[in-house]
């Protein structure tokens, strides 16, 4: 059963690449208004992505139609302070800052690249071990009230950590972004999942194709996943192993929400497909040997 108040949808188009793809205003538009034609409407972004330049970049495309702001949501995160040479930090460690200052100041700049009076959703970025969750809570609750932000998460948080930001809001955390794909499973068995069933937060999963290592891994683990993804897909009548994988990841009862990554249309469209998938739990669980190289108990 679907989740009735998941905010985030099943599918999220990430733009973390969006400055090595090199487009122009117009081409950034046209592909966002190509992902809202296939149904595909909520975008994944980050302060820090494109060394702070990415979401400008997506706002410029934005002000070429504002009305398409209205079509999508905007998710971002903030936290992470790496130390760019550009930007004057060089000899200085990448270091995280989950500060109520830092919070609302990042917040405020994603507004304005963006060009936009609201964030849909605003996720810290990674676990700050200095991270004072009462502080963190202020932050949230303060952008919350002045209606800068509507939602609230994290990424690459463990379930202690989300429990312990969570003890202290009073409004609830609505996702956690964290790698999860065929290739790279730990979430299924340290307790992240688990997590986000029990509290009906279903998770962002970045990197679902791990980074490409699905389809020209040399390793043995990436090549006995090649094999059984191709052998699946063959059972199922379908072309591409991608959707395989991805119909692997939507067996999962924490009914995740998937982070696409890519500048190809047709990769969009085949995600799209993967959800008209059913694997029988047989061929999930086939899928699951070959990526830890033994049977289950």
Not at 239 to 255: F, R, T
Request: some cysteine; glycine content about 6%; hydrophobic content about 40%.
């Amino acid at each position: 059963m679907q989740n009735p108040n998941r905010v985030i949808a099943p599918l999220v188009m990430g733009f973390w690449r969006l400055m090595d793809w090199q487009w122009s205003k117009q081409q950034c538009l046209a592909y966002l208004q190509h992902c809202i034609e296939l149904g595909v409407t909520d975008t994944d972004h980050a302060d820090i992505y494109g060394e702070y330049e990415c979401e400008a970049a997506f706002g410029e495309a934005l002000k070429l139609a504002p009305q398409v702001r209205e079509q999508i949501k905007i998710i971002t995160k903030c936290g992470i302070r790496p130390a760019f040479a550009k930007k004057g930090l060089v000899g200085k460690a990448n270091h995280y800052d989950s500060s109520k200052a830092h919070i609302i100041a990042s917040a405020q700049q994603s507004l304005r690249n963006f060009n936009t009076d609201r964030l849909d959703v605003l996720l810290i970025h990674r676990p700050d071990y200095l991270m004072d969750a009462d502080e963190v809570a202020q932050a949230f609750t303060q952008l919350k009230q002045q209606g800068d932000v509507l939602h609230f998460g994290v990424s690459n948080f463990t379930p202690s950590q989300v429990q312990l930001l969570q003890s202290r809001l009073d409004f609830e955390l609505v996702t956690n972004q964290i790698e999860c794909s065929v290739y790279q499973m730990k979430a299924l068995d340290d307790g992240t999942l688990d997590q986000c069933q029990q509290l009906s937060m279903p998770p962002m999963l970045w990197s679902p194709l791990a980074g490409g290592k699905l389809f020209s891994g040399q390793d043995d683990k990436a090549k006995r996943l090649f094999a059984t993804l191709t052998q699946v897909a063959e059972e199922l009548a379908v072309d591409a192993i991608d959707q395989v994988a991805y119909a692997w990841l939507n067996m999962l009862p924490s009914q995740p929400s998937i982070v696409l990554g890519t500048s190809n249309i047709k990769r969009v469209e085949s995600a799209i497909a993967a959800s008209k998938l059913s694997l029988t739990r047989e061929q999930w669980y086939r899928i699951w040997q070959a990526s830890t190289g033994h049977s289950v108990p």
